[in-house]
T-cell receptor, first 117, second 113 residues
Framework: AQTVTQSQPEMSVQEAETVTLSCTYD???????LFWYKQPPSRQMILVIR??????QNATENRFSVNFQKAAKSFSLKISDSQLGDAAMYFC??????????????FGKGITLSVRP | DTAVSQTPKYLVTQMGNDKSIKCEQN?????MYWYKQDSKKFLKIMFS???????INETVPNRFSPKSPDKAHLNLHINSLELGDSAVYFC????????????FGPGTRLTVL
């Protein structure tokens, strides 16, 4: 079974600074997808960024980028120019590349990010 | 124009009652999911349906019964509610089981007293 580990429960960053959130995962599969979801106090789950395991290039979405290290099974999220609105809980998630019954997302425990003005 | 909607957003009820949570998506997706987020914020899959057919059924008490009347709707019925059922329940959908991105509803906070 696949597992996702987010070992830091909380992080804090100064507004306009850069912060990196860590995530490691364990799988025996070669084809899979990785995601970062943001959950603000409104509790809505918002997709921040996704990465396909077969792509070597790291995904980027505006101020958000990932450092995907497939051999190390590491998938960290970098937030540049942090904004007050980035304060939220962030979840790392894994999805198998196999379809059907393996289409579920497996989540890490999440990390609470606070942004200091 | 909400993509994935859930009703109700909040549900407070007594132990032993039966309740339902409804989910609808207007994205034209084939696959829908129920996830449970517990008091420690941990998210775990409960069920998934593809085109009205159950494809994922994790280890969930049989007091929980999903129903999919059509591929745009996936409802969750819970019998004999217990204190431990208090959680936030999220519905999600994806285009197909082969499509990786899942879109989440706003969640339903269930409180069992």
């Amino acid at each position: 079974a696949q597992t996702v580990t987010q070992s830091q429960p909380e992080m804090s960053v100064q507004e306009a600074e850069t912060v990196t959130l860590s995530c490691t995962y364990d799988t025996s599969e070669s084809d899979y997808y990785l995601f970062w979801y943001k959950q603000p106090p409104s509790r809505q789950m918002i997709l921040v960024i996704r990465q396909e395991a077969y792509k070597q290039q790291n995904a980027t979405e505006n101020r958000f980028s990932v450092n995907f290290q497939k051999a190390a099974k590491s998938f960290s999220l970098k937030i540049s120019d942090s904004q007050l609105g980035d304060a939220a809980m962030y979840f790392c998630a894994y999805r198998s590349g196999v379809t059907g019954a393996n289409s579920k997302l497996t989540f890490g425990k999440g990390i609470t990010l606070s942004v200091r003005p | 124009d909400t993509a994935v909607s859930q009703t109700p957003k909040y549900l407070v009820t007594q132990m032993g009652n039966d309740k339902s949570i409804k989910c609808e998506q207007n994205l034209g997706h084939d696959t829908m999911y129920w996830y449970k987020q517990d008091s420690k914020k941990f998210l775990k899959i409960m069920f998934s349906y593809n085109n009205k057919e159950l494809i994922i059924n994790e280890t969930v008490p049989n007091r929980f019964s999903p129903k999919s009347p059509d591929k745009a709707h996936l409802n969750l019925h819970i019998n004999s509610l217990e204190l431990g059922d208090s959680a936030v329940y999220f519905c999600a959908s994806s285009l197909t089981t082969a499509t990786d991105t899942q879109y989440f509803g706003p969640g339903t906070r269930l409180t069992v007293l």
